[in-house]
């Protein structure tokens, strides 16, 4: 009887160290001369995005950076999937997250903001992690080029390519095209004269869609939510944001990076959290202890009734 309440403890509770593969495929990006950072995601996860902003006071040389930080509202609550530092980068971490995932992104972006190359970046982000072989990691920066990261133990098929000003990362993808042609299909935007930032990553979204995508979702669909971001940086304390994302698709739905295209064609917008990141415990977690007791419970019931049914 007790191994097998053991047994269901283990299976309740296995659940609360991590949520793996929380982004699927994303592009980190920069536009030197607009002074942008930016980045999007497309996965065949459902759960919902935000973006916060936190701000640091008054103009000048002693103006604290201003931060973006987008974060997904998962079972263990919202985890930091990706923070745009204006004038310095952006980073993106993916594939397994769990709730140290902004400590990590802390060591990263205090390097960025130092000047670091992006490796260096990396570097600070993939350090003293025991699972370090299940994240996977994007970094783009103004001055210091791009980077990327992508652990052994991430499922196939997983990688990265990266160009000058733009590094796209994925994992359960249908295969290697995913990231090719998003990386592809951003330089080709970005080619263009009068491109904004945000243009080139909406269309990587596209490209990688277009071959398929996410391999947990319908072909046709690739992914099952979608978004993209660009934060951009005047030098004297004050930013501005461009923040998009569209409701959770399931299987057999719309394709969100569809939707993505046509709300960010007609000029929308979601809201932006200031000051807030929205972290704590969610509120499912409250339940999982009863959860727990009542699948003791059952165990227990279980037991009794097949010992009085033996009985002579």
């Given at each position: 009887m007790?191994?097998?309440?053991?047994?269901?403890?283990?299976?309740a509770?296995?659940?609360?160290?991590t949520?793996?593969?929380?982004?699927?495929w994303?592009?980190?990006?920069?536009?030197?001369?607009?002074?942008?950072v930016?980045?999007?995601l497309a996965?065949c996860?459902?759960?919902?995005f935000?973006?916060?902003?936190?701000?640091?006071?008054?103009?000048?040389?002693n103006?604290e950076?201003?931060?973006?930080?987008?974060n997904?509202?998962?079972?263990?609550?919202?985890?930091?999937?990706?923070?745009?530092?204006?004038?310095?980068?952006?980073?993106?971490a993916?594939?397994?997250?769990?709730?140290?995932?902004?400590?990590?992104?802390?060591?990263?972006?205090?390097h960025?903001l130092?000047?670091?190359?992006?490796?260096?970046?990396?570097?600070?982000a993939?350090?003293?992690?025991?699972?370090?072989?299940?994240r996977?990691y994007?970094?783009?920066?103004?001055?210091?080029?791009?980077?990327?990261?992508?652990?052994?133990?991430?499922?196939?098929?997983?990688?990265?390519v990266?160009?000058p000003?733009?590094?796209?990362?994925?994992n359960?993808?249908v295969?290697?095209?995913?990231?090719?042609?998003?990386?592809?299909?951003f330089d080709?935007?970005?080619?263009?004269?009068?491109?904004?930032?945000?243009?080139?990553?909406?269309?990587?979204?596209?490209?990688?869609?277009?071959?398929?995508?996410?391999?947990?979702?319908?072909?046709?669909?690739?992914?099952?939510?979608?978004?993209?971001?660009?934060a951009?940086?005047?030098?004297?304390?004050?930013?501005?944001?461009?923040?998009?994302?569209?409701?959770?698709?399931?299987?057999?739905e719309?394709?969100?990076?569809?939707?993505?295209?046509?709300?960010?064609?007609?000029?929308?917008?979601?809201?932006?959290?200031?000051?807030?990141?929205?972290?704590?415990w969610?509120?499912?977690l409250?339940?999982?202890?009863?959860l727990?007791?009542?699948?003791a419970?059952?165990?227990?019931?279980f037991?009794l009734?097949?010992?009085?049914?033996?009985?002579?």
């Amino acid at each position: 009887m007790w191994a097998a309440i053991a047994l269901l403890l283990t299976v309740a509770c296995a659940g609360g160290a991590t949520t793996p593969s929380s982004g699927t495929w994303s592009i980190v990006a920069v536009d030197v001369d607009a002074a942008e950072v930016g980045v999007a995601l497309a996965t065949c996860v459902t759960d919902d995005f935000s973006l916060s902003q936190s701000t640091g006071g008054g103009p000048g040389d002693n103006a604290e950076p201003t931060i973006y930080q987008v974060n997904i509202d998962s079972f263990l609550g919202d985890m930091e999937l990706a923070r745009l530092l204006p004038g310095h980068g952006v980073i993106a971490a993916q594939a397994q997250v769990d709730p140290r995932n902004t400590d990590r992104i802390d060591r990263a972006a205090r390097h960025l903001l130092a000047g670091a190359s992006a490796r260096d970046v990396i570097a600070a982000a993939t350090s003293d992690d025991s699972s370090l072989q299940t994240r996977q990691y994007g970094v783009a920066t103004l001055a210091q080029g791009t980077a990327n990261f992508t652990g052994t133990e991430n499922l196939d098929w997983a990688g990265a390519v990266s160009g000058p000003s733009a590094s796209v990362q994925g994992n359960i993808l249908v295969g290697p095209a995913v990231v090719d042609a998003a990386l592809e299909a951003f330089d080709e935007v970005m080619e263009r004269p009068g491109a904004l930032l945000s243009d080139g990553l909406v269309a990587s979204l596209e490209a990688g869609a277009m071959e398929g995508g996410d391999r947990r979702c319908p072909r046709e669909q690739a992914a099952l939510s979608a978004f993209v971001t660009v934060a951009r940086g005047s030098g004297q304390g004050d930013s501005s944001v461009r923040w998009l994302t569209v409701p959770a698709q399931s299987a057999g739905e719309q394709n969100p990076v569809t939707l993505l295209r046509q709300a960010y064609d007609a000029g929308k917008s979601s809201p932006v959290e200031v000051n807030g990141t929205g972290s704590g415990w969610h509120p499912a977690l409250l339940g999982l202890p009863a959860l727990v007791l009542a699948l003791a419970a059952a165990v227990v019931v279980f037991w009794l009734a097949r010992r009085r049914a033996t009985r002579p």
